[in-house]
């Protein structure tokens, strides 16, 4: 392999080794892990939202069941006195039968706020059970997603490596000065930093070389490398 082979052997690596490294940013697989991210997260919101709703509907149903037992014990109280030798007129025992009455007329209405509250928290528990569910498959598509991804980007790795081998391999037959020249440059022309000269032209070049200028180039010695003075490429004679 010529010196000047040798350097197009290093930039046709660079160029497989950006065209890798934009593969490996752009893999569908990384994409794929980001909506599995997202679909879970939206499960996560849902699951938060609707734990706070249960959380103040069983706050009140508590609260709720609470003055119950309040009431029931009252009313036992109540009837106790009611029924017992400590009622001393008439008038005593109608205002007892009158709070007895108010107290489960209230009980009756708590109790009634209570079953519609466990009537509204059944389909809540459900939901939340669908939706742990939801959560636990959306793990797990993360999960295979991810693992996909790392075989995909592993896949790439790999190709990077033997990229990386073969450049290494073409590198130390490039001399030291042209090296210098075409990593100068690269960074300007990138895939067509270094060209063949083509009959009388630059083959990377936009515009045909002066007459002169191709005279020039076409006189030197065959893996000669000139500088194109119209668009500034490395020319290989």
Request: glycine fraction near 6%.
């Amino acid at each position: 392999m010529t010196a000047m082979d040798a350097l197009f052997a290093v930039q046709d690596e660079d160029v497989i080794r950006g065209q890798l490294d934009y593969r490996r940013a752009h893999l569908s697989e990384r994409q794929d892990v980001v909506a599995a991210e997202v679909e879970r997260g939206e499960t996560a919101t849902a699951i938060a939202a609707l734990e706070l709703e249960r959380l103040e509907h069983s706050r009140r149903q508590n609260r709720l069941e609470g003055e119950v037992v309040a009431i029931e014990a009252r009313l036992a109280e109540l009837d106790k006195k009611l029924y017992g030798s400590a009622i001393t007129s008439a008038r005593e025992a109608t205002s007892l039968q009158d709070e007895i009455g108010h107290l489960r007329r209230r009980q009756d209405d708590l109790e009634g706020s209570v079953l519609e509250l466990m009537e509204v928290l059944e389909p809540m528990e459900q939901e939340l059970a669908r939706l742990a569910d939801q959560a636990s498959a959306g793990d797990a598509a993360i999960h295979a997603a991810q693992t996909s991804l790392a075989e995909a980007e592993a896949a790439v790795d790999g190709e990077l490596s033997e990229s990386a081998s073969r450049r290494e391999l073409a590198l130390p037959q490039v001399p030291a000065d042209v090296l210098t020249r075409y990593e100068g440059s690269r960074a300007s022309f990138g895939s067509s930093t270094v060209v063949r000269f083509s009959g009388s032209d630059c083959s990377g070049c936009p515009y045909s070389m002066p007459a002169v200028e191709a005279d020039r180039v076409r006189s030197l010695t065959a893996g000669t490398l000139a500088d194109c003075s119209e668009c500034g490429r490395l020319v290989v004679r």
